[in-house]
């Protein structure tokens, strides 16, 4: 929170813990800016430290290299996890010993309730908990670590490892910190924030071994973020084994993710999500038999307001790292519109004998909305989805159905795998929408029936579907192959294709560009008449 001058900043009512900061002294920018932190009630100098309106009191944070300054006109500068080390105080001040053995329970709710910025320590200290930390939040939540643990050693499940619920307050989490479930948590960290909009910021956050081991609780997730923010960032997220036990899932309505970010109800949906260089290896179910509700990144935002349309007024981002090994979907989107950029995906039946043969559910899933996939790579080892990005999804709302665009992007598959199309699309209520595809080298595939497919009910009989390819290569090994471009059972889709530079080659015998198994519109343009088999 900044303010203006110090007066400003003495009529305030805030909270111990509380990072604050000034522009300046008497005016903005008079070249006196600070910060200060906020403790209960003490003797204050009024010169350095201030008095506030509620009894508690600011104290200067003095400069030091860890000192976090805000000018007038840039704004803040300068590492902000060096200065919450600065600022905070050890768990271990309130009694955590963090030695792996005793229950450290009670200590770090204790250090939790109190509202300061929060050390939790290095990679020696690692915290012992038989309970949830249930956290209720009255000041924003700032926490450090620089490689610490806690692990779950609870007699039973719990639903949660960290359960942080708040009302319009910030989280701030620097790590490296290790949150241990030990199979014993269904999730790992829980953060609901669920009235005025707040920031979370999260850095380094590592979860280890969740296992939704019945039908008892709701979810099952490294990290869910649950509520109203207007931005998620996470960055250098690592995320570890995710599993559910045969019999625990509950056909779309309950499974396990890797990462979840989610609203809470009307008007309480998250505006922008940020993920940097995502780690997430393992989630699935021990059954090998089920595919449903295993998934990798799940972000959805709020869907209607007082019954009108407000389709996903949300956006993200998820560029770079990787994601392997989910049975289900690597990601499941239901915003208006996302970016997928420079990640690499992977499944490896080796390395996760449960995820095996042809799965049901495509790797990318825009269930609503559309969005981009760029510069990135899929490996699929004796273990292929049916498809790598769906835009087809049941629910169809009227606005932000933009379309999907694809560009730069590699599938290897090795050993025996049937990927039976690239892209699907479908129309929804919007007059028209559009796929874009570029750049795509598709290798191993056993078959391929098309590249792309146009599928799906339609509530409006004039929609229109544009569909442009160019520079696609599918080295596939069977030859009942189809075309390029497919119309399934689709009613009433008026199709326009175009394309350029498409080859197939191997065991390919035909290389048609389009097609269609019903009657109805389909305008194809192919430039040079250059599908080929090669």
């Known amino acids: 929170m900044i303010f203006e001058t110090v007066a400003e900043l003495k009529l305030a009512t805030l909270t111990a813990g509380q990072l604050v900061s000034t522009k300046g002294y008497t005016a903005s920018g008079d070249g006196d800016a600070a910060d200060y932190i906020v403790r209960t009630s003490q003797a204050v100098d009024g010169v350095k430290d201030h008095a506030l309106a509620n009894g508690n009191v600011a104290l200067l944070q003095e400069a030091t290299a860890a000192y976090v300054s805000y000018q007038a006109a840039s704004g803040p500068i300068s590492d902000v996890q060096t200065a919450l080390r600065e600022l905070s105080l050890h768990v271990k001040d309130y009694g955590a010993v963090g030695d792996g053995v005793t229950d450290d329970t009670a200590a770090l709710l204790a250090a939790c309730a109190s509202g300061e910025v929060l050390y939790f320590g290095g990679a020696a200290d690692n915290y012992r908990i038989t309970a949830a930390l249930a956290i209720t939040l009255t000041a924003d939540l700032h926490w450090t670590s620089d490689g610490a643990t806690i692990t779950v050693d609870s007699a039973a499940s719990i639903q949660r490892a960290v359960d942080i619920t708040g009302a319009g307050f910030d989280v701030n989490i620097q790590g490296k910190l290790t949150i241990d479930c030990d199979r014993k948590a269904f999730s790992g960290a829980y953060i609901y924030n669920n009235t005025s909009f707040a920031d979370l910021n999260i850095s380094q956050l590592y979860v280890r071994d969740c296992h939704r081991a019945t039908t008892a609780f709701t979810g099952g997730d490294g990290i869910w973020v649950r509520g109203a923010w207007d931005k998620v960032a996470l960055i250098d997220i690592d995320i570890r084994n995710v599993t559910m036990a045969t019999g625990a899932g509950v056909l779309s309505s309950q499974g396990i993710t890797g990462i979840t970010v989610s609203s809470a109800g009307i008007g309480l949906a998250p505006q922008q999500v940020d993920i940097t260089r995502v780690h997430i290896d393992g989630v699935y179910s021990e059954d090998p038999t089920y595919q449903y509700d295993q998934d990798g990144l799940r972000i959805f935002t709020e869907e209607d307001i007082v019954g009108e349309p ?47 043969g042809n799965r049901l559910m495509p790797d990318i899933d825009f269930q609503v909305g559309g969005g981009i996939v760029s510069n990135c790579e899929f490996r699929y080892s004796s273990s292929t989805p049916d498809e790598v990005i769906n835009m087809s999804g049941s629910r169809q709302l009227a606005k932000y159905s933009h379309g999907t665009k694809v560009v730069n992007v590699n599938v290897s598959i090795s050993g025996s795998g049937n990927l039976d199309r690239f892209c699907s699309v479908g129309p929804r209520e919007q007059d028209r929408f559009s796929v874009d595809i570029s750049n795509v080298d598709i290798t191993g595939s056993d078959t391929l029936v098309y590249f792309v497919g146009i599928s799906g009910s339609n509530v409006n009989p004039d929609v229109e579907c544009y569909v442009n390819i160019e520079n696609i290569r599918c080295a596939i090994s069977n030859s009942a192959s189809s075309a390029f471009v497919w119309r399934t059972s689709s009613a009433d ?42």
Do not use: W
Request: proline share 1%.
């Open 310 to 356: 407000r389709l996903f007024e949300g956006s993200f981002l998820i560029s770079g790292g990787d994601i392997n090994n989910c049975g289900g979907r690597s990601i499941k989107s239901q915003m208006e519109h996302g970016v997928i950029d420079g990640v690499k995906f992977s499944r490896n039946s080796t390395e996760v004998p449960e995820i095996v």
């Open 493 to 534: 889709v008026a199709v326009y294709a175009s394309g350029r530079n498409l080859v197939k080659t191997v065991g390919a015998a035909t290389a048609n560009f389009s097609g269609a198994t019903n009657a109805g519109d389909f305008t194809s343009v192919l430039e040079g008449n250059n599908v080929r088999v090669a």
